[in-house]
């Protein structure tokens, strides 16, 4: 059974900082894109970064870009996500994906569960 378990989700004051992890299992996933989406109650699922499989490529959205850095070690099939500088705004529950590389959800064919993020101000 593959599945993504996202963990390191929490409650942080703003300028904060946590990192997400998102772990692998049922499969490798070291060919494949990883990505993190967001979404905040009453709003659409976005983009928050991707990684290529290599690790050697990644793209952020320009909300998150200079304070979150996506990273990943294919040898634990693990995926990262480290955010600094935290907002209010960044206040959402956290998705990890795998998938082909790419900025919408279709890109991606398997998602965590989600891990939640607050952040007070």
């Known amino acids: 059974q593959v599945q993504l378990v996202e963990s390191g989700g929490g409650l942080v004051q703003a300028g904060g900082s946590l990192r997400l992890s998102c772990a692998a299992s049922?499969?490798?996933?070291?060919?494949?894109?990883m990505a993190w989406f967001r979404q905040a109650p009453g709003k659409e699922r976005e983009f928050v970064a991707t990684?290529?499989?290599?690790?050697?490529?990644?793209y952020y959205a320009g909300s998150v870009r200079g304070r979150f850095t996506i990273s990943r070690d294919n040898a634990k099939n693990t995926v990262y996500l480290q955010m600094n500088s935290l907002k209010p705004e960044d206040t959402a529950d956290y998705y990890c994906?795998?998938?082909?590389?790419?900025?919408?959800?279709?890109?991606?064919?398997?998602w965590g569960q989600g891990t939640q993020v607050t952040v007070s101000s």
């Open positions: 049922g499969r490798t996933f070291s060919r494949d894109a």
């Open positions: 994906a795998a998938g082909r590389f790419g900025y919408t959800p279709r890109a991606y064919d398997y």
């Open positions: 990684i290529d499989w290599s690790g050697g490529t990644t």
